[in-house]
Protein backbone atom coordinates (compact mmCIF):
# COMPACT_ATOMS: atom_id res chain seq x y z
CA UNK A 1 0.00 0.00 0.00
CA UNK A 2 1.37 3.76 -0.83
CA UNK A 3 2.34 5.93 2.38
CA UNK A 4 0.39 9.72 2.17
CA UNK A 5 2.35 12.07 1.04
CA UNK A 6 2.81 13.82 4.05
CA UNK A 7 4.16 10.92 5.33
CA UNK A 8 6.40 10.58 2.18
CA UNK A 9 7.53 14.00 2.31
CA UNK A 10 8.17 13.64 5.61
CA UNK A 11 10.72 10.51 5.23
CA UNK A 12 11.98 12.88 2.47
CA UNK A 13 13.42 15.50 4.98
CA UNK A 14 14.85 13.26 7.20
CA UNK A 15 16.70 11.23 4.88
CA UNK A 16 17.95 14.78 3.45
CA UNK A 17 18.85 15.45 7.05
CA UNK A 18 20.66 13.05 8.29
CA UNK A 19 23.27 12.43 4.54
CA UNK A 20 22.87 15.87 3.84
CA UNK A 21 25.57 13.97 0.98
CA UNK A 22 23.61 12.00 -0.86
CA UNK A 23 21.38 13.99 -2.39
CA UNK A 24 22.38 14.68 -5.59
CA UNK A 25 21.10 13.29 -9.45
CA UNK A 26 22.76 11.58 -12.19
CA UNK A 27 21.99 14.03 -15.39
CA UNK A 28 25.78 13.35 -16.51
CA UNK A 29 27.37 10.61 -18.65
CA UNK A 30 30.78 9.93 -17.86
CA UNK A 31 33.20 6.89 -17.65
CA UNK A 32 34.15 5.74 -14.64
CA UNK A 33 37.96 6.90 -15.94
CA UNK A 34 37.22 10.18 -15.78
CA UNK A 35 36.11 10.73 -12.32
CA UNK A 36 39.22 8.33 -11.06
CA UNK A 37 41.23 10.42 -13.11
CA UNK A 38 40.48 13.38 -11.69
CA UNK A 39 40.81 11.77 -8.30
CA UNK A 40 44.46 10.89 -9.50
CA UNK A 41 44.98 14.74 -10.49
CA UNK A 42 44.29 15.76 -7.06
CA UNK A 43 46.02 12.61 -5.12
CA UNK A 44 48.66 11.29 -7.82
CA UNK A 45 49.19 7.43 -7.64
CA UNK A 46 52.80 8.34 -7.23
CA UNK A 47 52.38 9.54 -3.93
CA UNK A 48 51.25 6.71 -1.98
CA UNK A 49 53.17 4.57 0.27
CA UNK A 50 55.05 1.81 -0.93
CA UNK A 51 53.33 -0.96 0.74
CA UNK A 52 49.88 1.03 -0.48
CA UNK A 53 47.03 -0.39 -3.19
CA UNK A 54 45.77 2.87 -4.14
CA UNK A 55 43.72 3.08 -7.43
CA UNK A 56 41.39 1.08 -9.56
CA UNK A 57 41.03 -2.37 -7.65
CA UNK A 58 38.44 -4.26 -9.60
CA UNK A 59 35.72 -2.89 -12.36
CA UNK A 60 36.00 -1.45 -15.77
CA UNK A 61 37.24 2.03 -15.97
CA UNK A 62 35.44 2.45 -19.29
CA UNK A 63 32.43 1.60 -17.98
CA UNK A 64 29.66 4.30 -17.67
CA UNK A 65 29.45 5.39 -14.24
CA UNK A 66 25.59 5.39 -12.74
CA UNK A 67 26.22 6.82 -9.55
CA UNK A 68 29.08 7.17 -6.47
CA UNK A 69 28.94 5.29 -3.43
CA UNK A 70 31.54 6.83 -0.63
CA UNK A 71 32.60 5.36 1.88
CA UNK A 72 35.68 5.20 4.06
CA UNK A 73 36.26 1.07 4.57
CA UNK A 74 34.49 -1.04 1.13
CA UNK A 75 32.48 -3.92 3.22
CA UNK A 76 29.96 -7.05 1.68
CA UNK A 77 27.23 -4.37 3.38
CA UNK A 78 28.52 -1.14 1.44
CA UNK A 79 28.69 -3.08 -1.60
CA UNK A 80 24.69 -3.82 -1.24
CA UNK A 81 24.19 -0.59 -0.48
CA UNK A 82 25.75 0.62 -4.02
CA UNK A 83 23.83 -2.33 -6.00
CA UNK A 84 20.55 -1.09 -4.13
CA UNK A 85 20.89 2.35 -5.25
CA UNK A 86 21.94 1.52 -8.52
CA UNK A 87 25.40 2.96 -8.53
CA UNK A 88 28.30 1.12 -9.98
CA UNK A 89 31.07 2.84 -8.73
CA UNK A 90 32.51 2.84 -4.93
CA UNK A 91 34.87 5.31 -3.82
CA UNK A 92 36.53 4.05 -0.97
CA UNK A 93 39.76 5.74 1.76
CA UNK A 94 41.32 2.21 2.17
CA UNK A 95 41.84 -0.27 -0.63
CA UNK A 96 39.81 -3.49 0.94
CA UNK A 97 43.00 -5.60 -1.43
CA UNK A 98 46.34 -4.85 -0.01
CA UNK A 99 48.29 -7.68 -0.80
CA UNK A 100 47.89 -10.74 -3.37
CA UNK A 101 44.75 -13.07 -3.34
CA UNK A 102 45.82 -16.56 -4.23
CA UNK A 103 42.07 -18.10 -3.82
CA UNK A 104 38.71 -16.63 -4.29
CA UNK A 105 36.68 -19.12 -2.50
CA UNK A 106 34.66 -16.79 -0.35
CA UNK A 107 36.41 -17.66 2.85
CA UNK A 108 37.38 -14.30 3.80
CA UNK A 109 35.38 -11.13 3.92
CA UNK A 110 37.74 -9.91 1.43
CA UNK A 111 37.21 -12.66 -0.74
CA UNK A 112 33.24 -12.37 -0.51
CA UNK A 113 33.41 -8.53 -0.65
CA UNK A 114 35.18 -8.93 -3.87
CA UNK A 115 33.40 -11.38 -5.58
CA UNK A 116 30.10 -9.43 -5.08
CA UNK A 117 31.69 -6.31 -6.33
CA UNK A 118 32.62 -8.57 -9.67
CA UNK A 119 29.28 -10.24 -10.32
CA UNK A 120 27.55 -7.56 -9.64
CA UNK A 121 29.86 -4.87 -11.99
CA UNK A 122 30.48 -2.81 -9.34
CA UNK A 123 33.83 -0.85 -9.48
CA UNK A 124 35.67 -0.13 -6.33
CA UNK A 125 38.02 2.92 -6.21
CA UNK A 126 40.48 3.79 -3.04
CA UNK A 127 42.75 7.22 -2.59
CA UNK A 128 44.61 5.63 0.60
CA UNK A 129 48.13 7.38 1.61
CA UNK A 130 48.19 9.30 -1.66
CA UNK A 131 44.94 11.43 -0.65
CA UNK A 132 46.69 11.31 2.95
CA UNK A 133 49.79 12.52 1.60
CA UNK A 134 48.66 15.95 -0.30
CA UNK A 135 48.78 19.36 1.86
CA UNK A 136 46.30 20.86 -0.70
CA UNK A 137 42.41 18.94 -0.61
CA UNK A 138 44.69 15.65 1.79
CA UNK A 139 42.84 13.78 4.50
CA UNK A 140 44.81 15.49 7.25
CA UNK A 141 43.71 19.17 5.79
CA UNK A 142 40.21 17.99 6.36
CA UNK A 143 40.80 16.94 10.08
CA UNK A 144 42.42 20.56 10.80
CA UNK A 145 40.06 22.34 8.46
CA UNK A 146 37.57 20.48 11.10
CA UNK A 147 39.74 21.80 14.13
CA UNK A 148 40.17 25.53 12.81
CA UNK A 149 43.83 24.98 12.70
CA UNK A 150 45.55 28.55 10.73
CA UNK A 151 48.87 28.46 8.77
CA UNK A 152 48.64 24.44 8.43
CA UNK A 153 52.09 23.17 7.05
CA UNK A 154 52.90 19.48 6.22
CA UNK A 155 54.65 17.68 9.59
CA UNK A 156 56.89 15.55 7.68
CA UNK A 157 57.37 16.56 4.01
CA UNK A 158 58.59 14.06 1.08
CA UNK A 159 62.11 14.15 -0.41
CA UNK A 160 63.22 12.70 -3.55
CA UNK A 161 59.96 13.58 -5.22
CA UNK A 162 60.94 16.58 -6.66
CA UNK A 163 62.84 16.74 -10.40
CA UNK A 164 64.81 19.32 -12.21
CA UNK A 165 63.92 19.83 -15.43
CA UNK A 166 66.58 21.48 -17.98
CA UNK A 167 65.97 22.51 -21.45
CA UNK A 168 67.61 24.61 -24.29
CA UNK A 169 65.46 26.70 -26.18
CA UNK A 170 65.90 29.57 -29.11
CA UNK A 171 65.99 32.44 -27.35
CA UNK A 172 62.55 34.07 -29.18
CA UNK A 173 60.67 30.60 -28.42
CA UNK A 174 61.84 30.89 -24.58
CA UNK A 175 58.73 32.19 -23.16
CA UNK A 176 56.47 30.18 -24.63
CA UNK A 177 58.31 27.12 -23.77
CA UNK A 178 58.25 28.76 -19.99
CA UNK A 179 54.65 28.94 -20.07
CA UNK A 180 53.69 25.46 -21.23
CA UNK A 181 56.07 23.89 -18.74
CA UNK A 182 54.39 26.05 -16.21
CA UNK A 183 50.77 25.34 -17.22
CA UNK A 184 51.34 22.19 -17.09
CA UNK A 185 52.37 22.32 -13.24
CA UNK A 186 56.30 23.36 -13.26
CA UNK A 187 57.56 25.80 -11.11
CA UNK A 188 55.95 26.28 -8.18
CA UNK A 189 58.78 26.66 -4.68
CA UNK A 190 56.22 27.21 -1.61
CA UNK A 191 53.53 29.83 -2.08
CA UNK A 192 56.25 30.84 -5.45
CA UNK A 193 54.77 29.99 -8.81
CA UNK A 194 56.21 30.19 -12.49
CA UNK A 195 59.59 29.87 -11.36
CA UNK A 196 62.85 29.14 -13.10
CA UNK A 197 66.37 29.87 -14.16
CA UNK A 198 67.08 31.38 -17.44
CA UNK A 199 71.07 31.56 -18.50
CA UNK A 200 71.95 33.10 -21.85
CA UNK A 201 74.07 30.94 -24.08
CA UNK A 202 75.03 29.57 -27.92
CA UNK A 203 74.28 26.28 -28.69
CA UNK A 204 75.69 24.31 -31.64
CA UNK A 205 74.77 21.71 -34.02
CA UNK A 206 74.72 20.21 -37.55
CA UNK A 207 71.46 18.88 -38.88
CA UNK A 208 72.37 15.14 -41.45
CA UNK A 209 70.79 14.24 -44.44
CA UNK A 210 66.95 13.87 -43.51
CA UNK A 211 66.81 16.58 -40.68
CA UNK A 212 64.08 19.04 -40.92
CA UNK A 213 65.87 22.06 -38.80
CA UNK A 214 64.26 24.79 -37.30
CA UNK A 215 67.26 26.77 -37.64
CA UNK A 216 70.42 25.93 -39.84
CA UNK A 217 71.13 24.17 -42.98
CA UNK A 218 71.55 20.70 -43.59
CA UNK A 219 75.57 19.75 -43.44
CA UNK A 220 76.94 22.78 -41.83
CA UNK A 221 77.80 23.40 -38.21
CA UNK A 222 74.81 25.67 -36.52
CA UNK A 223 75.32 28.23 -33.97
CA UNK A 224 72.23 29.63 -32.42
CA UNK A 225 71.70 32.02 -29.62
CA UNK A 226 69.51 29.92 -26.56
CA UNK A 227 68.19 29.97 -23.28
CA UNK A 228 68.68 27.29 -20.89
CA UNK A 229 65.64 27.14 -18.83
CA UNK A 230 65.84 25.77 -15.32
CA UNK A 231 62.99 24.56 -13.15
CA UNK A 232 61.92 22.58 -10.71
CA UNK A 233 58.66 19.92 -10.73
CA UNK A 234 56.69 16.78 -8.68
CA UNK A 235 58.27 13.50 -10.06
CA UNK A 236 54.74 12.42 -10.96
CA UNK A 237 54.44 15.44 -13.11
CA UNK A 238 57.25 15.09 -15.14
CA UNK A 239 55.90 13.51 -18.05
CA UNK A 240 53.08 15.83 -18.43
CA UNK A 241 55.34 18.61 -18.28
CA UNK A 242 57.84 16.59 -20.66
CA UNK A 243 55.14 16.61 -23.15
CA UNK A 244 53.89 19.93 -23.26
CA UNK A 245 57.69 21.23 -23.71
CA UNK A 246 58.05 19.36 -26.50
CA UNK A 247 54.91 20.94 -28.10
CA UNK A 248 55.51 24.01 -27.43
CA UNK A 249 59.81 23.43 -28.61
CA UNK A 250 60.50 24.78 -32.15
CA UNK A 251 63.53 22.20 -32.43
CA UNK A 252 62.56 18.84 -34.15
CA UNK A 253 64.97 17.26 -31.13
CA UNK A 254 64.89 19.29 -28.07
CA UNK A 255 68.06 18.78 -25.84
CA UNK A 256 66.97 18.62 -22.67
CA UNK A 257 67.65 17.21 -18.86
CA UNK A 258 65.95 15.45 -16.08
CA UNK A 259 67.38 15.48 -12.49
CA UNK A 260 66.39 13.72 -9.29
CA UNK A 261 66.82 16.22 -6.15
CA UNK A 262 67.03 15.14 -2.06
CA UNK A 263 65.32 18.29 -1.41
CA UNK A 264 62.06 17.76 0.65
CA UNK A 265 58.81 18.62 -1.38
CA UNK A 266 56.43 20.84 1.15
CA UNK A 267 53.23 20.20 -0.29
CA UNK A 268 53.18 16.56 0.07
CA UNK A 269 54.03 14.29 3.27
CA UNK A 270 53.07 12.77 6.24
CA UNK A 271 50.63 14.46 8.87
CA UNK A 272 49.69 18.16 9.10
CA UNK A 273 50.68 20.90 12.17
CA UNK A 274 48.78 23.91 12.43
CA UNK A 275 48.05 26.68 15.21
CA UNK A 276 44.77 27.10 16.98
CA UNK A 277 43.69 31.00 16.65
CA UNK A 278 43.58 30.64 20.77
CA UNK A 279 45.46 28.77 23.39
CA UNK A 280 43.22 26.24 24.59
CA UNK A 281 42.81 24.63 28.28
CA UNK A 282 44.12 20.58 26.98
CA UNK A 283 41.29 19.38 29.18
CA UNK A 284 39.19 21.68 27.08
CA UNK A 285 40.63 20.54 24.10
CA UNK A 286 40.13 17.22 24.14
CA UNK A 287 37.03 17.68 25.09
CA UNK A 288 36.20 19.45 21.95
CA UNK A 289 37.94 17.05 19.82
CA UNK A 290 35.94 14.37 21.46
CA UNK A 291 32.87 15.53 20.65
CA UNK A 292 33.47 17.17 17.37
CA UNK A 293 34.98 13.66 15.58
CA UNK A 294 32.24 11.70 18.23
CA UNK A 295 35.22 9.43 19.38
CA UNK A 296 33.78 7.16 22.42
CA UNK A 297 37.19 7.00 24.37
CA UNK A 298 40.67 9.16 23.58
CA UNK A 299 43.97 7.55 25.46
CA UNK A 300 46.49 10.07 26.00
CA UNK A 301 49.59 10.88 27.96
CA UNK A 302 49.54 12.91 31.01
CA UNK A 303 48.31 16.72 30.39
CA UNK A 304 49.83 19.29 30.72
CA UNK A 305 48.74 22.64 33.15
CA UNK A 306 50.40 24.83 29.90
CA UNK A 307 47.35 25.37 27.16
CA UNK A 308 47.10 23.95 23.91
CA UNK A 309 47.74 25.82 20.77
CA UNK A 310 50.15 24.04 18.54
CA UNK A 311 48.43 20.54 16.87
CA UNK A 312 49.97 18.29 15.14
CA UNK A 313 47.32 15.43 13.48
CA UNK A 314 47.50 12.20 11.36
CA UNK A 315 44.48 10.33 10.23
CA UNK A 316 45.07 7.02 10.97
CA UNK A 317 48.30 5.19 12.17
CA UNK A 318 50.64 8.37 12.99
CA UNK A 319 52.80 7.01 15.22
CA UNK A 320 55.74 7.25 13.39
CA UNK A 321 55.21 10.92 13.89
CA UNK A 322 55.96 11.68 17.63
CA UNK A 323 59.37 12.85 16.64
CA UNK A 324 58.66 15.06 14.06
CA UNK A 325 55.29 16.33 15.76
CA UNK A 326 57.92 16.89 19.49
CA UNK A 327 60.65 18.68 16.87
CA UNK A 328 58.20 20.83 15.00
CA UNK A 329 57.05 22.42 18.48
CA UNK A 330 53.86 20.83 18.59
CA UNK A 331 51.84 20.40 22.07
CA UNK A 332 49.94 17.73 21.11
CA UNK A 333 49.66 15.08 17.90
CA UNK A 334 46.21 13.62 17.66
CA UNK A 335 46.49 9.84 15.91
CA UNK A 336 45.38 6.58 16.11
CA UNK A 337 46.60 3.05 16.52
CA UNK A 338 49.13 4.03 19.09
CA UNK A 339 50.72 1.23 20.90
CA UNK A 340 50.84 0.67 24.74
CA UNK A 341 55.02 1.30 24.45
CA UNK A 342 55.06 4.29 22.02
CA UNK A 343 52.89 6.71 24.85
CA UNK A 344 56.20 6.37 26.87
CA UNK A 345 57.75 8.20 23.75
CA UNK A 346 56.08 11.13 24.33
CA UNK A 347 58.06 13.97 26.42
CA UNK A 348 56.40 16.14 28.96
CA UNK A 349 54.45 18.40 28.80
CA UNK A 350 54.21 17.44 24.65
CA UNK A 351 50.69 15.28 24.69
CA UNK A 352 50.16 12.20 22.39
CA UNK A 353 46.26 11.29 21.94
CA UNK A 354 45.09 8.59 20.28
CA UNK A 355 41.16 9.29 19.17
CA UNK A 356 40.83 5.97 16.79
CA UNK A 357 41.61 5.01 13.10
CA UNK A 358 37.83 5.07 11.83
CA UNK A 359 37.03 8.72 13.96
CA UNK A 360 39.98 10.16 12.65
CA UNK A 361 39.42 9.49 8.74
CA UNK A 362 35.65 9.53 9.09
CA UNK A 363 35.90 13.08 7.24
CA UNK A 364 37.90 11.77 4.14
CA UNK A 365 33.99 10.87 2.82
CA UNK A 366 32.77 14.77 3.03
CA UNK A 367 35.97 15.55 1.51
CA UNK A 368 35.92 13.10 -1.11
CA UNK A 369 31.79 14.07 -2.04
CA UNK A 370 33.30 17.70 -2.24
CA UNK A 371 35.70 17.08 -4.47
CA UNK A 372 33.67 14.67 -6.87
CA UNK A 373 30.63 17.07 -6.48
CA UNK A 374 32.61 20.15 -7.07
CA UNK A 375 34.41 18.98 -10.58
CA UNK A 376 30.96 16.95 -11.81
CA UNK A 377 28.20 18.91 -10.04
CA UNK A 378 25.15 16.82 -11.82
CA UNK A 379 26.70 13.33 -11.01
CA UNK A 380 25.26 10.96 -8.79
CA UNK A 381 27.36 11.29 -5.44
CA UNK A 382 25.50 9.78 -2.25
CA UNK A 383 27.72 8.83 1.17
CA UNK A 384 27.35 5.31 2.61
CA UNK A 385 24.83 4.84 5.28
CA UNK A 386 26.74 2.15 6.41
CA UNK A 387 28.87 2.24 9.86
CA UNK A 388 32.08 0.62 8.65
CA UNK A 389 34.08 1.04 11.67
CA UNK A 390 34.55 -2.44 13.36
CA UNK A 391 35.68 -0.96 16.94
CA UNK A 392 32.70 -0.19 19.22
CA UNK A 393 33.01 1.15 23.02
CA UNK A 394 31.36 -0.37 26.09
Not at 151 to 175: H, Q, W
Not at 323 to 350: E, S, V
Amino acid sequence: MLKPFSQSLKGFFKWIFLNPYGCTTNTLKMKIAEITNFIETVAPLAMQESYDNAGLIVGDRNAEATGALICLDVTEEVVDEAIGIGYNLIIAHHPFVFGGLKKFSGDSAVERTLIKAIKNDVAVYAAHTNLDNMLLNGVNSKIASKLGLEDVKILSPMSGSLRKIVVFVPTDKAEAVRDAMFSAGAGCIGNYSRCSYNLQGQGSFKAEEGCNPYVGEIGKTHFEPETRIETIAPAHAVGKIVSAMLAAHPYEEPAFDIYPLDNTFDQAGSGIIGTLPQPENATDFLQKVKKKFGCGVIRHTRLPESPIQRVAVCGGAGSFLIGDAMRAGANILLTADIKYHQFFDARYPFVLADIGHYESEQFTKELFYELVTGKFSNFAVRLTEVNTNPIKYV
